[in-house]
């Protein structure tokens, strides 16, 4: 399990001790309290309620940080405290569907924003996909979320398609947007 100190290239020469490494079983209680935080910060962009966030038990989140390898979430630390996270996953066991990985779980704390590790972290589970020969990452943004719009497009994804109405969060509906990033295109 690899660790990787962020460079001071990603303007976080002011922040101590910042680090990503890959997420594990251990890492559900800190993951579903930064899910926590920035649901309650805004539910749109997770896709569901604070309310229906806070019935998520830890057993879940353990599972969902057990995904088999290559799978895998990446968590960024300052200090002792998850602060971002990034996962990809596989979406079938058949080599059909193996081609193709959806990124999922990129969101950073509010208190530490605009300081690069979410384009750290999204970078990180690139390299994994890549690594394991991924042709293409998809993931959907539930609108409106233009600080995310920006930050796959500075990535390279572009916009495939979306699905109207995809989530109700209070009275109103969100579109869910979908983004593609063909990595290889042989
Ligand atoms: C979207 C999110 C993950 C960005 O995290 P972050 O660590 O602040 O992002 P970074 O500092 O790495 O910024 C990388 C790029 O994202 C874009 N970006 C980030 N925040 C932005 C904002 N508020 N407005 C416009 N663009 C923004 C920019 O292109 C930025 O590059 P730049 O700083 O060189 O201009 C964060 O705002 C977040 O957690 N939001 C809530 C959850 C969420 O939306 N997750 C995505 C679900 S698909």
Known sequence: MGVWLISAMDRM??????????????????FSALRREV???????????????????LGGF?????????NAAFGAFIGSELVGTAAIAWTSKFASSRHKVTLWGTFVSPRYRRRG???????????RARANGVRRINLTVFL????????YQSLGFVVCGAEPEAVRIGDTYHDGQFMSLLLNAD
């Open 13 to 30: 020469e002011d922040m101590p001790t910042t680090m990503i490494r890959q997420l594990a079983a251990p890492d559900a209680a800190a």
């Open 39 to 57: 649901t309650a910060d805004d539910p749109v962009p997770m896709g569901l309620t604070l309310e229906e966030e806070l019935t998520r038990p």
């Open 62 to 70: 353990r599972e969902q940080l057990s995904f088999p390898e290559p």
């Open 117 to 127: 590790l979410a384009r750290a972290l999204v970078a990180r589970a690139i390299a």
């Open 144 to 151: 409106p979320n233009e600080p995310a719009l920006q930050l």
